[in-house]
């Protein structure tokens, strides 16, 4: 079945780590995003790709980075920088920014 | 004005009623527009898409007023398992900053038995 496959479920961080979110779709999407929800908020776009080796800045990049050289693959690393990383991190893909999204399952990071 | 608005909640309903809630959403050149249902502590899910002329699936039913820059959602013989976040999703036209879609915050309704 096609889907969208984020890891690790949980993922616990100590101050000054960098990390990084694993994000794998085998839909054939060509756009990629990454949202923060924080808890009772709505979704903030972190980055997003429209295609493999491109990626622009969503509202909230301070503090995080990207990669999308495989179609499929579009990992975020959440870096020090990042002063409030504790958050539940969502991965989506689509065929075109204006169609609908699928979402992964999430990741929820822990600042410890 | 915030580019897509919804009113928090919660929504109390009695299993077995209708349910509608709103959304409005600033960008008048916006062309897609839909409904997703958030569960707690899970992703997003497509509820359904919405058409200009309206569309229905099952008990869901979607309208869109284009004039009035809105979208409605409603439910109708409301189920426990209904309970959820409904978020309202409108595309940034572009060359409105990042590209995409929007997601409101969220609409959190409660069936109770």
């Known amino acids: 079945d096609g889907g969208i496959t984020q890891s690790p479920k949980y993922l616990f961080r100590k101050e000054g780590q960098n990390v990084t979110l694993s994000c794998e779709q085998n839909?054939?999407?060509?756009?990629m995003y990454w949202y923060r929800q924080d808890p009772g908020q709505g979704l903030r776009l972190i980055y997003y790709?429209?295609?493999?080796?491109?990626?622009q800045k969503g509202d909230i990049a301070e503090g995080y980075s990207v990669s999308r050289e495989k179609k499929e693959s579009f990992p975020l690393t959440v870096t020090s920088a990042q002063k409030n990383p504790t958050a539940f991190y969502l991965c989506?893909?689509?065929?075109?920014?204006?169609?609908?999204?699928?979402f992964g399952s999430g990741t929820r990071l822990t600042v410890v | 004005r915030k580019e897509v608005e919804q009113d928090p909640g919660p929504f109390n309903v009695p299993e077995g009623a209708t349910v509608a809630f709103n959304c409005t959403y600033s960008?008048?050149?916006?062309?897609?527009f839909f409904w997703y249902r958030q569960d707690c502590r899970k992703e997003p899910k497509l509820l359904m898409s919405?058409?200009?002329s309206g569309n229905e699936d099952g008990r869901f039913t979607a309208q869109l007023n284009r004039a009035s820059q809105y979208i409605s959602l409603l439910i109708r013989d409301s189920k426990l398992s209904d309970s959820a976040t409904y978020l309202c999703?409108?595309?940034?036209?572009?060359?409105?900053?990042?590209?995409?879609?929007?997601f409101g915050k969220g609409t959190h309704l409660i069936i109770q038995p």
């Open positions: 999703v409108v595309n940034r036209a572009i060359g409105g900053g990042a590209d995409g879609l929007t």
């Open positions: 919405v058409y200009s």
């Open positions: 790709s429209q295609i493999v080796n491109d990626f």
């Open positions: 960008n008048s050149a916006s062309q897609s």
């Open positions: 839909l054939n999407h060509d756009a």
């Open positions: 989506a893909s689509s065929i075109s920014f204006y169609e609908s999204y699928t």
